[in-house]
């Protein structure tokens, strides 16, 4: 009897860790109100593009710790996590309100830094909706912010966009300047992605001027460093940016040569609208090599697969962001569970020796 009581002791106490409490669950339980808060602003980020639903779970208990914290540092770090989580995933008009009280919270608290960010993320979300008008205030604000504090790579990133902004309302000298403030800045801390972007960005801004040579070598040279990065969706894009200059040139073969490039590179990677934009490309080179039934055909390809790419970005943001319940806590830590099964096991502990006894007589 020894050895089945041994048994039934081992099952219990391995079902009754068979289920650990979830990690929300445990971080709920820290006492210490700044690392609850740190803990849940921390996996809440770290889940923002894995699991929207879950990081948006961990953001609302974040807020309410925070604000039961009394904390403004906290409030304001709650405020952020919510507002970056909106903008990801395309609420723009809820990102903002967040934006607002994050940048009124780091006033308050006088955090520079977190001013700096609030007026970038604001411009950011504000380009999105297509205020130009308030985009560019909050571009300055951050700009004049990032100058202070001088943290060049934010000011790089600031002035960068700074510059597409302007592009969008046709400023294309004033785009320059901005993409080659960035751009010596970028030469400055030997950043190679602040280079690239900045080099892409001019390549469009001499190619809207019509300058092809120009805008041809600023895109080798963004691919150059596209390439040292390993950065495959931008090499994708360089091949093809390489490609529509050529055929504004009139140059078939070095277009051709960039289409074929940038069609394999897009499909090993799995990059859907580099083959979509290869599609309308090819379409204009077959037209240019007098292929015109070809031409159409891919020019077809081209409108039906960019008309449903359109079609779901013009839909709902994916995520919702519901309300969920809040995590149930053992009022017993040390309380058994999956009681039904422990029974059975009792229940076979009786009857096993029983009918043993029975069979030996």
């Given at each position: 009897m020894l050895k089945y009581f041994i048994a039934f002791i081992l099952c219990s106490v391995s079902l009754s860790a068979q289920y650990p409490?979830?990690?929300?669950?445990?971080?709920l339980r820290i006492e210490n109100d700044t690392?609850?808060?740190?803990?849940?602003?921390?996996?809440?980020?770290?889940?923002?593009?894995?699991?929207?639903?879950?990081s948006y779970t961990y953001a609302k208990h974040c807020e309410k710790?925070?604000?039961?914290?009394?904390?403004?540092?906290?409030?304001?770090?709650?405020?952020?996590?919510l507002a970056q989580?909106?903008?990801?995933?395309?609420?723009?008009?809820?990102?903002?309100?967040?934006?607002?009280?994050?940048?009124?919270?780091?006033?308050?608290?006088?955090?520079?830094?977190?001013?700096?960010?609030?007026?970038?993320?604001?411009?950011?979300?504000?380009?999105?909706?297509?205020?130009?008008?308030?985009?560019?205030?909050?571009?300055?604000?951050?700009?004049?912010?990032?100058?202070i504090l001088n943290d060049r790579s934010q000011l790089a990133n600031a002035l960068s966009n700074l510059g597409v902004l302007k592009q969008k309302q046709k400023q294309l000298d004033a785009a320059k300047e901005n993409y080659l403030k960035a751009f010596e800045i970028g030469k400055e801390l030997s950043s190679y992605e602040i280079r690239s972007i900045c080099l892409n960005n001019l390549a469009q801004i001499f190619s809207d001027k019509g300058n092809y040579?120009?805008?041809?070598?600023?895109?080798?040279?963004?691919?150059?460093?596209?390439?040292?990065?390993?950065?495959?969706v931008d090499v994708s894009d360089s091949y093809l940016s390489i490609a529509e200059i050529a055929l504004k040139q009139k140059k078939t073969a070095l277009a051709e040569e960039n289409l074929d490039l940038a069609l394999q590179l897009s499909k090993k990677i799995g990059y859907t609208q580099g083959t979509i934009n290869y599609y309308k490309l090819f379409s204009e080179l077959q037209s240019q090599k007098n292929n015109y039934q070809s031409s159409?055909?891919?020019?077809?390809?081209?409108?039906?697969?960019?008309?449903?790419?359109?079609?779901?970005?013009?839909?709902?943001?994916?995520?919702?962001?519901?309300?969920?319940?809040?995590?149930?806590?053992?009022?017993?830590?040390?309380?058994i569970r999956n009681l039904w099964l422990l029974i059975l096991l009792f229940l076979f502990l009786i009857i096993i020796p029983f009918v043993l006894i029975r069979y030996k007589r």
């Open positions: 409490d979830t990690l929300l669950t445990t971080i690392e609850k808060v740190n803990q849940l602003y921390k996996h809440g980020f770290d889940l923002v593009d894995q699991d929207p639903q879950l710790a925070a604000q039961k914290s009394g904390s403004q540092k906290h409030i304001a770090k709650s405020i952020n996590l989580l909106f903008y990801t995933h395309g609420h723009y008009k809820r990102a903002v309100v967040y934006f607002e009280d994050y940048l009124k919270a780091s006033t308050a608290l006088r955090d520079t830094l977190g001013m700096a960010h609030g007026y970038m993320n604001l411009a950011s979300a504000y380009m999105l909706l297509e205020d130009l008008k308030k985009a560019e205030k909050f571009y300055l604000k951050a700009i004049n912010y990032y100058n040579e120009k805008a041809l070598a600023y895109n080798y040279d963004a691919l150059e460093l596209r390439e040292l990065m390993e950065a495959d159409v055909e891919n020019l077809k390809l081209y409108m039906h697969l960019n008309d449903s790419i359109l079609l779901t970005e013009g839909a709902e943001p994916a995520f919702n962001f519901t309300e969920t319940e809040e995590p149930a806590f053992n009022s017993a830590p040390g309380q």
